[in-house]
Antibody
Framework: QVQLVESGGGVAQPGGSLRLSCAAS????????MHWVRQAPGKGLEWVAG????????HEADSVKGRLTISRDNSKNTLYLELNSLRLEDTAIYYC????????????WGQGTMVTVSS | SYVLTQPPSVSVAPGQTATISCGGD??????VHWYQQEAGQAPVLVVY???DRPSGIPDRFSGSNSGNTATLTISRVEAEDEADYYC???????????FGGGTKVTVL
């Protein structure tokens, strides 16, 4: 069964850092580009960042540019997201999502992990 | 940056047809994907590449895309279709993935 499970969410202070993980199972992680998508409370979906199958190419949204590191360890079937210089507006559910071969969409999503930035 | 515009809400009676629009500049030249998100749940892909359905998605869900508007159509609407729906494209100019603001479908 294809599954993505996020962890690492919690409460962090403004200016702080947080590292999220996404464990993949039921498929070969190295076959897929992977992404992070977030959703602020009561708001819509926002793409955050993506990383190619081999980790060599990364893309990030303008809202997090320079504050984010997306990485992966295919040997551990795990995707990571490190967000630095946290702001109140980073408060959101963070989902990891798999891109299928071909279409530029997200065919599998995790259940999400909540990040709350608060003083 | 590329912008996708959706109506905030659509209401439909059971058994009728719901139509959700997604507007964008020359969106007809892009592949459009649609997601359903039920309350408190993760999104689920219901249509990809304008009009294809992943396995397990009922054929009541269909999509089209032309000009400046893409459309998700839900035929024979059921109570379980009540959810938020988002359109999404990949913007090749910025190499960013873009979502519409979402449409809340209410089944009357």
């Amino acid at each position: 069964q294809v599954q993505l499970v996020e962890s690492g969410g919690g409460v962090a202070q403004p200016g702080g850092s947080l590292r999220l993980s996404c464990a993949a199972s039921g498929f070969t992680l190295s076959d897929h580009t992977m992404h992070w998508v977030r959703q602020a409370p009561g708001k819509g979906l926002e793409w955050v960042a993506g990383i190619s199958w081999d980790g060599k190419n990364q893309h990030e949204a303008d809202s997090v540019k320079g504050r984010l590191t997306i990485s992966r360890d295919n040997s551990k079937n795990t995707l990571y997201l490190e967000l630095n210089s946290l702001r109140l507006e980073d408060t959101a559910i963070y989902y990891c999502a798999r891109a299928p071969s071909g279409p530029y969409c997200f065919d599998t999503w995790g259940q999400g992990t909540m990040v709350t930035v608060s003083s | 940056s590329y912008v996708l515009t959706q109506p905030p809400s659509v209401s439909v009676a059971p058994g009728q047809t719901a139509t959700i629009s997604c507007g964008g500049d020359k969106i007809g030249s892009k592949g459009v994907h649609w997601y359903q998100q039920e309350a408190g749940q993760a999104p689920v892909l219901v249509v990809y590449d304008d009009s294809d359905r992943p396995s397990g998605i009922p054929d009541r869900f269909s999509g089209s895309n032309s000009g400046n508007t893409a459309t998700l159509t839900i035929s024979r609407v059921e109570a379980e279709d009540e959810a938020d729906y988002y359109c999404q494209v990949w913007d090749s100019d910025s190499d960013h993935w873009v979502f519409g603001g979402g449409t809340k479908v209410t089944v009357l």
